[in-house]
């Protein structure tokens, strides 16, 4: 069967008027980046995907879904409306691991910027080719069409050497959904290595781009869409994350989201933002330990502790709640797990792990801060708990690939040193199964890298190759230290 494309893409020099200009050489690196991938990929944009496609029809549409409006088709529609009935279309026609609101949860607002912006509208057709193959059945690999790639990227580089359109909330919106796109479809094995360079671009064209205004809904939205992006740039350049900034903080607190699920994200954002300081406190704390040093950290860590205990108070209510996630038997054969959930709300699970996530990282920080036998026997104690809930969520995060497991992968890799020795090979093979990229090509991480990584992530070595000391990390606290960290907490 043949499938024809509705989305045509017209050519983006044609709408443009204006003659192109260069920006000076303090722009962000992103251009550069974009020109790489741009000259690495030309010689692909001539390849072809195999026209043998499979004739599985696409579902038909659940009647009653009012979170879309179903668009009507004008007698001669223009490419801009063809393309924003295509995006429509790909919201209403979904399956578990393919919703594009898992992705991004600013998709609703995506068909009424189409036509906008050239970067923006060439990257959605992109997506949406690609979706529309993954829902056909077609495999997720060969769903990138690289000649509407191609042309994304270019419309992109121009939209970034373009003053007017450089910080603009449809160029940033292009570039996140861009990263996204490759993270998902891309057949590239260094994808990881990619994905770093897309955080390190966006990171910069943030600090450009600057605190969305309080109408730039889409801006904000983006915003909220990339904390993590933004987080992990901080950490890797051994800074404070941006949007720690009372000015950025006032964005993370605008009412975007879900209401009762709104504060509960709000002040994950809020531990999520310090994690940078922390790390980069602890680090100071680990080479040269002083009263002063602990005192900060304590600071910090005790407000922290004070949000998540009411992070984890709301997490309770809900998944107590049979209308938001039932407990039903496990499916996988030999799993060691019997008991797993089914999230009937898509929010939940993203709040769940976050809090037992971010609860086990603070937990590893004050563990490491003091000798105490009791103290540190309620954290393992407690990290278990946390634990056992993020391994029960793994099987709902296969059946969500690829879009879905992301929050839930990173999770179990942080707490299999809390497994016991019988399970931990199993929750490996879990980690390298969730992470496998499109292609096929499974990781082969192993317990030892991602003890290390649990280690890194938690400031109690660095993010480098590993070392025997760094799996006993040396405790060098006084008794006088001890006893105010017991305190405080």
Request: a neutral charge; aromatic letters at 6%.
């Amino acid at each position: 069967m043949k499938f024809v494309n509705r989305t045509t893409i017209q050519d983006p020099d044609a709408a443009k008027s204006q003659a192109e200009r260069v920006l000076p050489p303090e722009f962000p690196a992103i251009m550069l980046l974009l020109d790489y991938k741009v000259l690495q990929n030309g010689a692909l944009h001539k390849m072809k995907l195999k026209p043998s496609l499979p004739t599985k029809a696409l579902p038909a549409r659940p009647k009653g879904n009012g979170r879309y409006p179903t668009p009507s088709k004008a007698p001669n529609p223009s490419p801009a409306e063809l393309l924003a009935h295509s995006l429509i279309e790909s919201m209403h026609h979904s399956r578990p691991g393919l919703e594009l609101d898992s992705l991004s949860k600013y998709f609703g607002l995506l068909p009424s910027r189409v036509g906008c912006s050239a970067a923006l509208d060439d990257t959605l057709r992109c997506l949406v080719s690609a979706h529309q193959l993954a829902l056909h059945g077609v495999p997720i690999n060969n769903c990138l069409d690289l000649n509407l790639y191609g042309r994304a990227l270019q419309s992109i580089q121009k939209a970034l050497e373009n003053p007017a359109e450089y910080v603009s909330s449809s160029t940033l919106c292009a570039v996140s959904l861009i990263a996204r796109l490759e993270a998902t479809f891309s057949q590239n094995p260094s994808r990881e290595i990619t994905e770093m360079l897309h955080i390190k671009g966006f990171a910069r064209l943030i600090q450009e781009y600057g605190v969305p205004r309080e109408d730039d809904i889409l801006g904000a939205n983006v915003v909220l869409a990339n904390v993590l992006t933004l987080v992990m740039y901080a950490i890797e350049q051994g800074e404070d994350c941006i949007l720690i900034r009372p000015e950025w903080i006032r964005v993370l607190e605008r009412p975007l989201g879900r209401p009762h699920f709104f504060l509960m994200g709000k002040r994950l954002y809020r531990m999520l933002i310090v994690w940078p300081t922390l790390l980069r406190q602890m680090k100071i704390h680990r080479l040269s330990p002083s009263t002063e040093n602990l005192d900060a950290l304590l600071l910090r860590l005790k407000s922290i502790t004070a949000l998540l205990s009411e992070i984890g108070s709301t997490v309770e209510y809900y998944m107590s709640d049979e209308k938001m996630v039932v407990i039903q038997d496990s499916v996988i054969p030999g799993s060691p797990v019997p008991k797993v959930y089914n999230f009937l709300d898509y929010n939940l699970p993203h709040m769940m792990i976050g809090h037992a996530e971010s609860t086990i990282i603070i937990n590893r920080m004050v563990s490491f801060l003091t000798s105490s036998p009791e103290l540190r026997e309620d954290i393992e104690m407690e990290n278990y708990a946390l634990s056992q809930r993020i391994w029960m969520a793994i099987e709902w995060a296969r059946l969500r690939k690829p879009f879905g497991p992301r929050a839930v992968t990173s999770a179990v890799g942080l707490s299999v040193v809390y497994a016991p020795l019988e399970m931990r090979k199993w929750l490996v093979d879990m980690v390298n199964d969730l992470k496998m990229l499109p292609g096929g090509v499974k990781p082969q991480l192993t317990f030892e890298t991602l003890k290390h990584q649990s280690l890194a992530v938690s400031g109690l070595c660095d993010f480098h190759p590993m070392t025997p000391e760094d799996f006993e990390p040396q405790r060098t606290c006084t008794r006088s230290d001890e006893v105010r960290v017991k305190e405080q907490l």
